[in-house]
């Protein structure tokens, strides 16, 4: 079946550094899957960051990015430079082409952005 | 930006008890979701339901769980009876037009089964 894997966490990165947290999908279906992040801050529900729905386009929110690489099936989470209060886990995340029901999510990542 | 409001937000039983878990999703939302969570484990999907009807359900979703929106109040998510596997966090979400869409999930109920 589909499936994310992501970046096994805690990950701990210290503010102003950069970052990447690795994604990777497996989809059964011919054509390609809407892809997402997620992020849950501390005591809240999760929350979109960012989608793409076109192989190739990149999302962008809150000075991170990731892009739709179909070639090597991956949509890596990055940012230039961190902040506290980007401390969370983050979640990627696929619905796939041919089943529109349900969303799939990796394992989650979390983050620790020290001061 | 719009919540979904979970209650309780920790609830425990003891094994063999019915609970229900409530969910208040975003007004006008359509689809409505639930997903269960086991400490460091993935957050596995559960169970759409759309239109007073489940659209898609996982083989985690077993006999003794029931979902109902009834006459637009509370998603709710029942157990009958509880088993000590049920012990996890449960998260509801809703969105306007499926999956596709954005999710709005609620913060969880913590359901400790003893």
């Known amino acids: 079946g589909d499936s994310v894997t992501q970046t096994e966490g805690p990950v701990t990165v210290s503010e102003s550094e950069s970052l990447i947290i690795n994604c990777t999908y497996s989809a059964t279906s011919i054509a390609y899957p809407n892809l997402f992040w997620y992020v849950r801050y501390p005591g809240e529900g999760l929350q979109l960051l960012l989608k793409v729905i076109t192989a190739g386009q990149k999302g962008s929110s809150r000075g991170f990015e990731a892009t739709y690489n179909k070639e090597t099936t991956s949509f890596h989470l990055q940012k230039a430079s961190v902040q506290e209060s980007d401390s969370a886990v983050y979640y990627c995340a696929l619905v796939s082409d041919t089943n529109a029901y349900k969303v799939i999510f990796g394992k989650g990542t979390h983050l620790h952005v020290l001061p | 930006g719009p919540k979904v409001l979970q209650i309780p937000s920790h609830q425990i039983i003891d094994m063999g008890q019915m609970v229900t878990l409530n969910c208040d999703p975003v007004?006008?939302?359509?689809?409505f979701y639930w997903y269960k969570q086991i400490l460091g484990q993935q957050m596995e999907f559960l169970v759409n339901?759309?239109?007073?009807?489940?659209?898609?359900k996982s083989k985690l979703f077993k006999d003794q769980f029931s979902v109902e929106r009834p006459d637009g109040s509370y998603f709710t998510l029942k157990i009958q009876p509880t088993a000590l596997e049920d012990s996890a966090v449960y998260f509801c979400a809703s969105s306007s037009g499926g999956a596709r869409d954005t999710l709005y999930f609620g913060a969880g109920t913590r359901l400790s089964v003893l």
């Open positions: 339901f759309y239109n007073g009807k489940v659209m898609e």
């Open positions: 007004s006008n939302h359509l689809y």
